[in-house]
C-alpha cells in the first residue's frame, strides 16, 4: 500500500528527473548551434508545448541552467543563452558557457576550423603589412619557438602564430582571436600533446612552421596564407586520424597550464 506522502516524492522526484532531461537537452541545442550565445531562448509557454512537458518543469530547467551560468535571466525580457566571453574586459576570465564548450568532444575541431580561416588571414595580412618592429617579433617567437623542447612548447607556439595575428593590424582580427584565447590555446596543447610525441608529425609542424615565418618575412602574402591554412588543416585531419585509429586525445585544460605558468613566473 503506498501512502499520499510516498506518491507525492515520487511525483516530485519524477518531475526532477524530467526537468534534468530538459535542461540536458537544451544544453545540447546550445551545444549543437541550435541557440547562439546571447541569443534569446524560447519562452516557458512556447518550450512547453515544443518539448510537450509542463510549464513547471520548463522552469525548473531553466533555473538549474541559470544556476551554472549556461544562461541569464534578463528582467523583463526573458531568458538569454549567455555570452562566450565575459564583458568584463580581463581576457584570462572565462564564462561559463566557454567551460561547457571546452568540455564538448567537437568543440577542438570547430575551433581549428576557425584558427584555419582566421590565422590564415592573419598571416596574408601580416605578409602584406608587417613592419621592421613586426619582423623582429615574428623572428624572436619563431626563436623561442625552435629553442623550446617540442614535447613541451604550447606557449610559444601560440606566441608564434599570436606575433602574426598582431602583424595584421587589424584590431577586429585581433580582438577576436584575442577574445577566444584561451579556447585557441587549447586547440595548440593538443596538437602539443597529441602529435608532436610521433616523430614525422613533430617533423613536419616544424617545417610547416619555418615555411610560415620565411612566407611573412619575404612578404608572400598568397603563399603564407595557404600554408599557415594547410598547417592548421594538417593538425586537426592528423588528430581525427588518431582518434578514428582509436588513441584518446589529451586534452589538458588551460587552467591547469595557467597555473603551470604561474607558478613559473614566482619561482
Known sequence: MTTDTGQTS???GNKMAISQEISYRLERLILDGGLAPEQKIPS??????????????????????????????RHG????????????????????????????????????????????????????????????????????????????????????????????HNPILVHVLNSLKNMMLMTVQASVANLNPRAEMRKKIVLQHRQIYEAIISGRPASAQKIAMA??????QAMRDLEKE????????????????QHHAHS
Open 77 to 168: 525580457k526573458g531568458s538569454f543563452v549567455s555570452t562566450m566571453v565575459p564583458g568584463s574586459g580581463d581576457l584570462r576570465e572565462q564564462g561559463p558557457l566557454m567551460h561547457l564548450f571546452e568540455g564538448h568532444p567537437r568543440t577542438l575541431y570547430d575551433l581549428l576550423e576557425v584558427r584555419e580561416q582566421l590565422e590564415g588571414q592573419a598571416a596574408f595580412l601580416a605578409a602584406q603589412r608587417a613592419t621592421n618592429l613586426d619582423r623582429h617579433r615574428i623572428t624572436k617567437a619563431f626563436r623561442a619557438l625552435e629553442e623550446t623542447d617540442p614535447l613541451s612548447n604550447a606557449r610559444p607556439d601560440h606566441g608564434f602564430h599570436q606575433a602574426i595575428v598582431e602583424a595584421s
Open 231 to 236: 598547417h592548421v588543416r594538417f593538425v586537426s
Open 246 to 261: 582509436g588513441s584518446t586525445l589529451i586534452r589538458i585544460p588551460v587552467e591547469q597550464e595557467a597555473l603551470g605558468d
Open 44 to 73: 516557458e509557454r512556447q518550450l512547453a508545448a515544443r518539448l510537450r512537458v509542463s510549464r513547471s518543469v520548463i522552469r525548473e530547467a531553466l533555473h538549474e541552467l541559470q544556476g551554472r551560468g549556461v544562461i541569464e535571466t
Open 10 to 12: 515520487a511525483r516530485t
